[in-house]
């Protein structure tokens, strides 16, 4: 069955009980409203209780589908004890009120269990979220509920610890439905939470008829009892859903973000109401709003802090992956991208004095084969820092791949540059030591010098002086050899 068609079931079902509340005599109305609970979260418990023996989720989520067992075992057996109460003995129904906070003050636990593990600032985000929350909802309570002790029923305490429970509980569920997303499918801590809501918005608005003398099912309070039940009885046939990497980015950017603000604006409209009425405020609820207002502030701080360490670290990822992009994991020298780009902006800039170098080098093979590869990386991190500590910082020196280096020297005649390329290759020569071993590369060079008055592009340097490092290795390795001039080919 769909979740829509369920869902329009039990709001249909609680509209049914709604009317026949006041047709009903006064126990049989309490008896369809404990029956109707005890059948739905038994129902839930049940089907938690069996997620949680499943061995094919995580530890964490097994647990919290036990707590929403344990919960809705406790919220099931509550109201059959108040049934039997109204039925045949009535000193039952005070335990079932009783089991009926315990049910609820173990709810949240079961939807923080079922919620993401926050860190850091994160999770001070939560509990000032929470605590703020906490505050604007005891308004609420404050001034519809506890404000009026005349018309408190029962024991004021226990009044009390009842509204605060589902204080908690509410803005618990509330915060945790802001850290979630409506899109991909709604999950079983979402609609633990909805129920949490629902239940509190529930129980306070029947503790307010009860002040106000209104029938226990008046203003909706009894399709809210029949509602709740039904709406945890779904969420126990829906999956726990654990966020990614973008938890922090929906607890800032996501479209349930300010739902946290809701109960805090209420609670600021209460408060205006009230002083437009009486011309003054309760203390209580002064700084039940003060201390709202200041975690809001708090929060808004964190939330800043939090957005800036977002800033800097995708800066900081953007340009490792820039570096990562345009230079080489090994030797750290600019990758062929980078080397073209940076020659190509060379080459506008200047069109005499340019020479190109190809260097591959001579003896690697050998030394692979013998220390191995990790040998041959130590040889070419060493080589790379032997050329560059002899080119100027102006020279452009670039690791093309495997043992091939290309370097672009501009400002210099051609016997300069041929000087600079005996001077790469006997520093080159010069024997290294590695994993303890004593071990020789040479290279062989090809140059290639952009002609006076003509302009190529660096690929087609390149290419010339590819084909002149060719011609050295061909000529014994170790040489140096330029391309000829009368061959350079039209600008590509």
């Not at 249909?12 to 009317?19: I, K, P, R, T």
């Not at 750290?332 to 902006?345: D, I, K, T």
Request: with cysteine; net charge positive; aromatic share 6%.
């Amino acid at each position: 069955m769909r979740l829509r068609t369920v869902l329009a079931a039990g709001v249909g079902l609680a509209a049914v009980a709604q009317l026949l509340y006041p047709v009903l005599p006064g126990p049989a109305g309490f008896a369809l409203s404990d029956l109707i609970v005890a059948s739905a979260s038994g129902y839930a418990a049940w089907h938690y209780w069996r997620r949680s023996r499943r061995r094919g989720d995580s530890r964490s989520i097994r647990v919290g589908y036990a707590f929403g067992a344990c919960s809705c075992t406790t919220w099931s057996l509550a109201n059959l004890l108040m049934l039997i109460g109204v039925l045949a003995f009535p000193v039952l129904d005070r335990l079932g009120v009783l089991l009926s906070m315990l049910a609820a003050a173990m709810l949240p636990i079961a939807v923080v269990l079922a919620g993401p593990r926050l860190r850091g600032i994160a999770s001070v985000r939560r509990a000032i979220d929470v605590a703020a929350v906490s505050g604007a909802v005891f308004v609420l309570a404050w001034e519809y509920v506890l404000s009026d002790e005349a018309g408190l029923p029962g024991d004021r305490l226990v009044t009390t610890t009842i509204v605060a429970v589902l204080v908690v509980g509410s803005a618990v569920a509330l915060v945790t439905l802001s850290e979630s997303s409506p899109r991909g499918g709604l999950t079983a801590q979402q609609f633990l939470a909805g129920a949490a809501l629902l239940q509190s918005a529930t129980v306070l608005i029947s503790l307010h008829n009860s002040v106000t003398g209104h029938a226990w099912y008046g203003n909706g309070a009894g399709a809210g009892y029949v509602l709740s039940a039904w709406v945890v009885a779904v969420s126990s046939r829906l999956r726990i859903s654990r966020p990614g990497g973008d938890l922090v980015e929906r607890l800032v950017f996501g479209p349930w973000a300010l739902l946290p603000y809701v109960p805090v604006v209420i609670a600021v409209g209460i408060a205006a109401v009230r002083e437009a009425q009486d011309g003054r405020l309760s203390p209580i609820l002064v700084w039940l709003l003060l201390s709202s207002f200041s975690l809001v502030l708090l929060r808004q701080f964190l939330t800043l802090v939090t957005v800036g360490r977002m800033t800097v670290i995708l800066e900081e990822q953007k340009l490792a992956l820039d570096h990562q992009a345009h230079h080489d994991g090994l030797t750290g020298l600019p990758n062929r991208v980078a080397f073209h780009s940076r020659a190509a902006e060379i080459l506008a800039r200047q069109r005499t004095g340019v020479c190109a170098m190809m260097l591959d080098l001579d003896g690697f093979k050998p030394v692979n084969d013998t220390f191995g590869h990790a040998a041959g990386d130590e040889v070419l991190i060493i080589v790379a820092r032997r050329l560059a500590a002899e080119l100027r910082e102006s020279d452009l020196l670039s690791r093309f791949g495997g043992d091939e280096f290309a370097i672009l020297v501009t400002e210099l005649s051609e016997a300069d540059a041929a000087a600079v390329a005996q001077r790469l290759l006997d520093r080159l020569a010069e024997p290294m030591t590695v994993h303890d071993a004593v071990v020789r590369v040479g290279g062989s060079i090809g140059l290639a010098a952009l002609p006076p008055g003509r302009s190529g592009s660096v690929s087609a340097l390149l290419r010339q002086a590819d084909t002149a490092m060719y011609a050295a290795k061909a000529s014994g390795k170790g040489a140096i050899r330029w391309h000829q001039p009368d061959t350079w080919p039209a600008s590509a």
